[in-house]
């Protein structure tokens, strides 16, 4: 009865996250394979950065806007990865309570961000697209500036109110969490307090931060298509759905991957697969996005490729 009630008035003050239960002979090989992931990550966004910064060619909305999501890319990686590594080749896997926090807040923060983010690149895509005439007038540089900085600003905002939420909730042990970051749908199970009202409120915040960007994504999209239906060459047509259906496809997983974990109801198997699908948003997504945005755009290619060839002629 005593140990009973003293179990119940400690509170947590250290959070151990198991990460991928998988066994020990495991570390080493997932160390490397996350390892390998953050590099190239990392490399690929901070190349595309540097190209967008130091190449004027590439001063043009579409490019700071894709500069300014790899710069989004390289700190959303780097909310999660180093500390998983750090965990994975140490074998220690507590975090701090505070800790816990400020990763939940940094996350949310680039997560939210990327949705905004997304939306404005589609949405810059639609312009050029389907007003091509209106472009110049419409993408004048002060509202690229404001367009750049507006997802920033939106997505630490929204966050403090979802980060406050959470840490009002009541942890009384366990501490256990069964996630490779602190997240809200693994804390929200660990709680001890009545979280009825905050899943409501974190519904409602989520749907902020994935609703409006994702409707003004898709429907940005459709105009996209229809105006490519009526391109009268096929080779034309074929080449801008390439571009556009990868795009897609990328804009699919994450939209679709967020709104499964943090909006939907916790039905139980959503519970297990909860970890292979935040694996899509928050790993997978800021490896591929420059590959798929700037890498696979021809005019961007050969911008870097004349880059390249210049530096080297000039020791010649
Ligand atoms: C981000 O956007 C701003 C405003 O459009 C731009 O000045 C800046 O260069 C961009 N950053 C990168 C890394 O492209």
Redesign the pocket.
């Known amino acids: 009865m005593a140990k009973m009630q003293k179990y119940n008035q400690t509170t947590v003050t250290e959070f151990i996250l198991l990460e991928f239960s998988s066994p020990p002979e495991w570390q080493t090989l997932l160390f490397v394979v996350f390892l390998a992931i953050y590099l190239v990550t990392v490399a690929g966004n901070l190349l595309i ?1 540097a190209a ?2 130091a190449n004027h060619h590439l001063h043009k ?1 579409m ?6 999501l ?2 989004l890319e390289t700190c959303y990686t780097s909310t999660l990865l180093p500390r998983l590594l750090a965990s994975l080749i140490s074998g220690y896997h507590g975090i701090s309570f505070s800790g816990c926090f400020l990763q939940f807040y940094f996350v949310g923060t680039c997560a939210c961000t990327e949705c905004y983010l997304l939306s404005v690149m589609s949405y810059d895509r639609y312009v050029a697209i389907c007003k091509p005439l209106h472009y110049v007038t419409i993408m004048k ?1 002060r509202l ?2 404001l ?3 507006a997802p920033w600003i939106l997505g630490a905002v929204l966050t403090v109110f979802t980060t406050f939420f959470a840490s009002q909730l009541n942890f009384c042990g366990p501490n256990v969490i069964d996630h490779y970051f602190c997240d809200y749908s693994p804390l929200l199970m660990l709680s001890c307090s009545e979280t009825h009202q905050t899943e409501m409120l974190m519904s409602v915040l989520g749907s902020a931060c994935t609703m409006p960007p994702m409707i003004l994504t898709f429907a940005s999209y459709v105009c996209i298509i229809s105006t490519i239906l009526k391109i009268p060459s096929n080779s034309g047509k074929k080449k801008a759905f390439s571009t556009c259906s990868s795009h897609l496809i990328v804009v699919t997983i994450f939209y679709g991957t967020l709104i499964i974990v943090y909006i939907l109801p916790k039905t139980d198997t959503l519970k297990d697969l909860y970890k292979v699908f935040s694996v899509f948003y928050t790993i997978l997504t800021p490896m591929f996005n420059p590959y798929i945005y700037s890498l696979r755009n021809r005019e961007f290619k050969e911008i870097l490729k004349k880059c390249a060839c210049t530096q080297k002629l000039i020791p010649n």
């Open positions: 950065a967008v910064l909305p490019y700071f806007f894709l500069g300014n790899s710069v540089s690229c500036v367009l750049s900085f």
